[in-house]
């Protein structure tokens, strides 16, 4: 790897025409703009599951063997009767094998070994092993081609976030989704959030005007540091890097991309539209590999001036918080379940049943499991569903944060969809990675002395 890398916006940007948006263009970006709160609608919420309808055995294939794939695997299994995980592929042995017996013991699931794949192939050979369903759930900069194998072998997909690392990447989910959407298939994506029903509620109260209109957001994520891999002698560039994906950009899209992504998504869901630019800082004090950030602040701005401050921090020994608030001209609402007016007084708090409650209304199911449920039963139903547009949209929002972060410059969304930035080596060995350094940006001009 480089010790040095020459960091400039054109780099992070990489424009070229609105053309690279292929047959979609502009508009298809903006489809899930419209605001939430549309005057003479009254918005109403779809009905949650508790459990996916019966019907014939789903199978599932995992792609991504590690924590999170493990996780979706048995959230999947927990979804309904008759689904099964019969396949997994996953780049390492050690990460297959992990995710293969905590299966066996959390779940009685087991999987053949003819259906257990590794290396960089093993998620095509997953699409092929006669699956109905793959999970992908490996670090997101492989998920824009491995939503485009799925879709093109005519698989229901669920895919965590965030959808992709880069503008090329969005484009390509985009892409991919419209192309499912003809062929009748089922996306679901991993923002968690849309599918809680105390955040349900809230935006529908919201919708519906009950802190009037919306005139700013403040979105915080302040948490501890996630894991880092020390790298070992024997580990190649690429080896090391993917085994330590958290810690670079082109492998997680950087902190406010991966993790960050739930509280963006969850304020581009309440205001229902698209920011138009980006003014982003931030900088590394911890963080000890990789080249990413560990805090961010950004100010999203509107088309009506309107503006919304998002920050985030992964730092050990601060204070946390996590808070989503939306700003109307009556009243505010702290998303994940309460309604304000101005004065700070208490309108509306969601009505989580207490213990030894018989009436479950307003039990709030795990969204990890809600999710798959919804999946499973939009494919069995015969009424497929897809989210893919909106968690591009918020995808592309933070990356939209980032790239002004590590440039010092504003970013505006049309150079968003403008731009070609595609991160990330053009080929996948377990060698060495020329050319991505493990050195953080670094924005701006040096002082100088006088």
Not at 14 to 26: D, F, H, K, R
């Amino acid at each position: 790897m480089e010790n040095k890398a020459e960091l400039s916006r054109r780099k992070f940007l990489s424009n070229t025409a609105l053309g690279a948006i292929g047959t979609i263009g502009a508009a298809g970006f903006l489809a899930s703009c419209s605001g939430p709160g549309s005057k003479g609608v009254e918005h109403k919420l779809p009905e949650l599951l508790n459990e996916a309808p019966d019907g014939k055995v789903l199978k599932a294939g995992l792609i991504g063997c590690g924590g999170r794939g493990t996780g979706a695997a048995m959230n999947f299994a927990d979804a309904g009767p008759n689904l099964q995980i019969v396949a997994l592929g996953d780049l390492f042995q050690d990460k297959l094998d992990l995710c293969r017996a905590t299966l066996k013991k959390e779940r009685k699931i087991e999987v053949d070994d003819a259906k257990c794949f590794t290396g960089f192939d093993s998620y095509q050979k997953v699409i092929d092993s006669g699956v109905d369903i793959v999970l992908l759930c490996t670090p997101p900069h492989f998920r824009p081609a491995h939503v485009e194998a799925a879709v093109n072998a005519g698989k229901h997909i669920f895919m965590e976030k965030p959808v992709a690392v880069d503008p090329v990447g969005a484009r390509s989910v985009l892409i991919s989704s419209k192309k499912a959407e003809q062929m009748g298939l089922s996306m679901v994506s991993g923002t968690i959030r849309r599918v809680q029903k105390d955040y349900m509620e809230t935006w529908r109260r919201v919708a519906n005007g009950e802190i009037g209109e919306i005139v700013s957001a403040h979105i915080i994520r302040n948490g501890g540091s996630l894991w880092a891999k020390k790298r070992l002698p024997e580990w190649s560039d690429m080896e090391y890097m993917i085994r330590n994906w958290a810690n670079f950009s082109w492998l997680s899209g950087d902190h406010i991309v991966e993790q960050f992504i739930h509280e963006v998504d969850v304020m581009n869901w309440f205001i229902g539209k698209i920011p138009v630019k980006a003014m982003g800082w931030g900088g590394r004090q911890r963080r000890l590999t990789g080249d990413q950030y560990d805090f961010f602040s950004v100010e999203y701005v509107y088309d009506n001036g309107m503006q919304a401050h998002c920050a985030a921090r992964q730092i050990s020994g601060c204070s946390n918080l996590k808070r989503e608030i939306i700003t109307g001209t009556k009243g505010y609402a702290d998303c994940s379940g309460t309604l304000f007016d101005l004065k700070g007084n208490q309108l509306w708090k969601y009505p989580y049943p207490k213990e030894g409650d018989t009436d479950l209304t307003w039990k709030v199911k795990d969204p990890y499991v809600q999710e798959h449920i919804n999946l499973v039963s939009a494919i069995r139903n015969g009424k497929p569903i897809n989210d893919a547009e909106a968690q591009v949209n918020s995808t592309l929002i933070t990356i939209m944060g980032r790239i002004s972060a590590y440039t010092g410059k504003d970013v505006t969304w049309e150079e968003m969809l403008n731009s070609n930035l595609s991160l990330g080596p053009k080929n996948y060995v377990l060698g060495p990675v020329p050319n991505i350094p493990e050195s953080v940006p670094v924005i701006g001009t040096e002082a100088k002395l006088i």
